[in-house]
Nanobody, 126 residues
Framework: QVQLVESGGGLVQAGGSLRLSCAAS????????VGWFRQAPGKQRDLVAA??????????DSVKGRFTISRDNAVNTIYLIYLQMNNLKPEDTAVYFC?????????????????WGQGTQVTISS
């Protein structure tokens, strides 16, 4: 069972930066792809960044060039997954969630894991 805890959100002005962190625990995390999703009020949860098990990264067009996903090796079976967000825009406002995929072959072909954290709120003011 994977457990996920997101942190690092906050309120920043447009053009600013934030770094989100996700602590992922579970023995299977090291062998799986991971990703960051976001959900704005009244909208569906969308994938914005993903990293395959071998380190290949993919991004939604809306964040490409501004967001960077990365991960650290485990310490006591807890992996850290990061999302560096630069040049933030008001449309980036959402709750951000990390996920450990059950299956991932790209943005158009994935199955998100059943475990979700509580998310972290990101609010960008104009």
């Amino acid at each position: 069972q994977v457990q996920l805890v997101e942190s690092g959100g906050g309120l920043v002005q447009a053009g600013g930066s934030l770094r989100l962190s996700c602590a992922a625990s579970g023995s299977s995390v090291s062998r799986k792809a991971v990703g960051w999703f976001r959900q704005a009020p009244g909208k569906q949860r969308d994938l914005v960044a993903a990293m395959s098990s071998v380190g290949t990264t993919n991004y939604a067009d809306s964040v490409k060039g501004r967001f960077t996903i990365s991960r650290d090796n485990a310490v006591n079976t807890i992996y850290l997954i990061y999302l560096q967000m630069n040049n933030l825009k008001p449309e980036d406002t959402a709750v951000y969630f990390c996920n450990v995929f059950d299956y991932y072959r790209g943005f158009g072909s994935y199955i998100a894991g059943r475990s979700w954290g509580q998310g972290t709120q990101v609010t960008i003011s104009s």
